[in-house]
């Protein structure tokens, strides 16, 4: 029987994100927009779109295969594993479980967790409940969305938002919490302000102006609740990582917080768009891949300055503190491409290297031509059964 831990800590990160880069350019082919004005009320710029046959479960495998190389554990290692998305075509098996599949982890936990924006938000403080409980030692959090898919590519409000990838983190029990108290609720009145409607295809509508009024309203005061819970300042933080919705949010919310100058904000949603679910840990994974958040940074307060707040307009703010498992040393800063670079065409495991990117990669390709199976079934069932609605709706006396 597992005994109780004090708390949990990030221990890795990893993300994954489709090679294809849709610009503001190439959106004001298609729809009455303009590379001014999305920047202007969004602050975006590019974002990533997958291929047709790049599922939900592709980039979450992808992403938590790197977190757990990173890691340094084993498969066997993992005894909860959760992807946050609410843009999953399987419902059951969950895309968990599928992951769990493809990297031959023997016999977690495994479960989805459908909380739109907030879900990895929410994922991360459930694995980290579950470990302080005793229930795992260690566990694999992920966020992954396919927002292209349910995309409505002729409403030019929307569709310059949204974007498609994963990010993951793997959690371990330490003696020493670094993921702090939960600031996590909702607000069920506004439960129309994002929403995905339309049963048969589903299509992404939102309120714009109202999550507006409520982000930078609402969203400070809960960001200093969770560093009160914390005992922490908010000019103490070495970062801020929010849910990466749009760029104006961001920086509203931010200014109001009185961070310190030398505070790292993500600003990923300039590059990859809103991403729900992953746009948290995708971010994250991105500033520790650079070097622009270090872990055990040098400075009058080095052990306040390891932590970052992780929240998103919703709510849901968790505290958190990374920590490599193979030390302190923070990650060689990665070199920057321009958002219109053409994209490598190489394994999304060829970082890992070695054995590590072999074993992935050929498990990767065995299960992934399984799972395409299973979907296109998916999809003829789906045709079939709406082509019986029709004929029934029409041969209906009215």
């Given at each position: 029987m597992r005994s109780a831990m004090p708390g949990s800590r990030i221990t890795a990160l990893g993300h994954h994100q489709p090679t294809r880069v849709l610009t503001n350019d190439d959106l004001a082919t298609m729809v009455d927009t303009s590379d001014e004005w999305i920047r202007r009320r969004t602050?975006?710029?590019?974002?990533?779109?997958?291929?047709?046959?790049?599922?939900?479960?592709?980039?979450?495998?992808?992403?938590?295969?790197?977190?757990?190389?990173?890691?340094?554990?084993?498969?066997?290692?993992?005894?909860?594993?959760?992807?946050?998305?609410?843009?999953?075509?399987?419902?059951?098996?969950?895309?968990?479980?599928?992951?769990?599949?493809?990297?031959?982890?023997?016999?977690?936990?495994?479960?989805?967790?459908?909380?739109?924006?907030?879900?990895?938000?929410?994922?991360?403080?459930?694995?980290?409940?579950?470990?302080?409980?005793?229930?795992?030692?260690?566990?694999?959090?992920?966020?992954?969305?396919k927002m292209s898919d349910v995309t409505d590519w002729t409403d030019r409000r929307s569709c310059v938002l949204l974007g498609d990838g994963?990010?993951?983190?793997?959690?371990?029990?330490?003696?020493?919490a670094g993921i702090g108290p939960v600031c996590w609720g909702s607000d069920p009145t506004r439960g129309d302000a994002v929403r995905l409607v339309d049963d048969w295809h589903p299509r992404f509508a939102q309120e714009g102006q109202t999550v507006f009024r409520w982000a930078t309203g609402e969203l400070p005061a809960i960001a200093r609740e969770a560093c009160a819970r914390a005992g922490l300042e908010p000019a103490e933080l070495a970062g801020v990582v929010t849910h990466q919705a749009n760029l104006r949010i961001i920086d509203a919310v931010v200014r109001q917080l009185g961070l310190a100058e030398s505070a790292v904000i993500a600003h990923d949603v300039v590059e990859s768009g809103n991403t729900s679910a992953a746009s948290v840990p995708l971010a994250l994974s991105k500033l520790t891949e650079?070097?622009?958040?270090?872990?055990?940074?040098?400075?009058?307060?080095?052990?306040?300055?390891?932590?970052t707040v992780l929240g998103r307009p919703g709510h849901h703010l968790p505290l958190t503190?990374?920590?490599?498992?193979?030390?302190?040393?923070?990650?060689?800063?990665?070199?920057?491409?321009?958002?219109?670079?053409?994209?490598?065409?190489r394994s999304v495991f060829a970082p890992l290297g070695g054995r590590a990117a072999r074993w992935f990669s050929e498990r990767f390709s065995r299960?992934?031509?399984?799972?395409?199976?299973?979907?296109?079934?998916?999809?003829?069932?789906?045709?079939?059964?709406?082509?019986?609605?029709?004929?029934?709706?029409?041969?209906?006396?009215?």
């Open positions: 602050g975006i710029a590019t974002r990533r779109i997958a291929a047709p046959d790049e599922s939900v479960t592709d980039m979450a495998a992808a992403a938590a295969g790197k977190a757990l190389a990173a890691s340094g554990l084993e498969p066997a290692d993992i005894g909860l594993i959760t992807v946050a998305t609410c843009t999953a075509v399987d419902r059951c098996p969950s895309i968990a479980a599928q992951v769990a599949e493809r990297l031959g982890l023997p016999s977690p936990v495994a479960f989805d967790l459908n909380n739109g924006c907030a879900g990895f938000c929410t994922a991360l403080a459930c694995a980290d409940h579950s470990i302080r409980a005793g229930a795992a030692r260690h566990a694999l959090v992920i966020g992954a969305e994963a990010g993951a983190a793997v959690l371990s029990a330490s003696a020493d650079r070097g622009e958040l270090r872990t055990g940074a040098p400075g009058p307060a080095p052990r306040l300055r390891r932590r503190r990374y920590r490599r498992v193979r030390g302190t040393a923070a990650p060689a800063p990665a070199r920057r491409r321009g958002p219109g670079a053409a994209p490598r065409h299960t992934r031509a399984r799972s395409n199976a299973r979907e296109r079934m998916r999809l003829q069932s789906a045709s079939s059964t709406r082509c019986m609605r029709r004929t029934e709706a029409s041969s209906t006396p009215r």
